[in-house]
């Protein structure tokens, strides 16, 4: 048997009707007549019943499964995705993200991140990279702790080893080839992507296979804008359940928020000292962002370039909280050393 319902179509509903209204119209529906083999049939109001009192929910059998699923869209709301985040971790304490270590990985910037903190970082990697011109500077590092190890006795271990080179090797010098002969180098001459990306391409399915999540880049900014925008890039193409990437430069880190609900802890020194902290809504706009634990807090608020964006903001507590609908560029100051030597008086 073949019914022909009408009147029954969700899309003649207001867009931003509550329940009530939804009733009625299906009241309302429920006064036309529906054909079945010749005969017809009214379809009784909603709630009562010709043949006995009301029923609880009678109104279903009157719902289409567009209807349905509106419905359940109203009348409950999916809790957001929860991100807790412990930039102590990177910055001030353990060096070391997650329990099965993180990827080191070393872009063509030099590298300013304090000397201690990236022996530390490095140390603690389960998998070190660098990412063509990176060797270069690697290089120049892995010199530099030398010589300091030479005039300082008391210094840590040597450096421990790269794993792989990676990239185009545009950047490469002959030098640093022969200086990493012994590391593996994988060529990716795909011009489609930056080195950077198809690093992290490349390391996938080790990072899969061992269950790491986290990627640790030094990698301070030229001075180029492009550059700093293609790195911000990766952030979003990388972005995955199983992958964190973070850029790590001498005066900051900075991570991507997705949608959801963040907690980050911030290390109670950078709280004290009062240093910076910033959400950019990079490449789309973000139409409801809540946050709390700062300074100046967001409530429901549109993020969008051409309209409102948090820059030089600061913390009021050690915990912040961030609720977004759309992704967000999270960055922060993360070392004082240079406001510290400024601020000691001179002798």
């Not at 792989?164 to 990716?188: A, L, M, N």
Request: one cysteine or more.
């Amino acid at each position: 048997m073949k019914f022909n319902f009408h009147g029954t179509r969700c899309r003649k509903m207001a867009p931003a009707c509550g329940s009530r209204v939804v009733l009625n119209w299906m009241r309302r529906s429920g006064q036309r007549m529906a054909i079945a083999d010749g005969h017809r049939f009214r379809f009784p109001r909603v709630g009562r019943s010709e043949l006995g009192p009301p029923r609880l929910g009678a109104h279903r059998s009157l719902c289409t499964k567009t209807t349905i699923g509106f419905r359940t869209q109203m009348d409950h709301k999916v809790p957001p995705k929860e991100f807790k985040w412990m930039p102590s971790n990177l910055i001030t304490e353990n060096f070391k993200l997650g329990d099965n270590g993180h990827v080191c990985m070393v872009l063509n910037r030099e590298i300013q991140v304090p000397a201690h903190v990236v022996r530390l970082l490095w140390k603690n990697a389960a998998v070190r990279c660098a990412v063509d011109g990176g060797s270069n500077h690697w290089r120049d590092f892995v010199v530099e702790q030398a010589k300091s190890k030479r005039s300082n006795t008391n210094e840590a271990a040597p450096l421990e080893p790269l794993d792989v080179i990676t990239g185009d090797f545009d950047s490469i010098t002959e030098e640093t080839v022969d200086f990493f002969k012994t590391t593996p180098k994988i060529h990716t001459p795909d011009q489609d992507a930056t080195d950077f990306t198809k690093a992290i391409t490349v390391l996938q399915p080790v990072m899969n296979q061992r269950k790491i999540q986290d990627v640790v880049v030094f990698h301070d900014t030229s001075g180029r804008l492009d550059h700093v925008m293609a790195n911000l890039n990766t952030l979003y193409k990388m972005q995955k359940d199983n992958c964190n990437v973070f850029l790590l430069s001498g005066d900051s880190v900075t991570w991507l928020l997705r949608p959801g609900k963040h907690t980050i802890q911030v290390p109670v020194d950078l709280v004290a000292s009062q240093r910076w902290c910033s959400l950019m809504p990079v490449g789309a706009a973000a139409h409801n962002v809540t946050t709390t634990g700062l300074k100046w807090n967001l409530y429901h608020a549109q993020m969008d370039f051409g309209g409102m964006v948090s820059t030089s903001n600061t913390y009021a507590t050690e915990f912040v909280q961030v609720e977004t609908d759309s992704n967000l560029i999270w960055s922060m100051g993360a070392y004082d050393f240079e406001e510290k030597v400024r601020q000691t008086p001179k002798k």
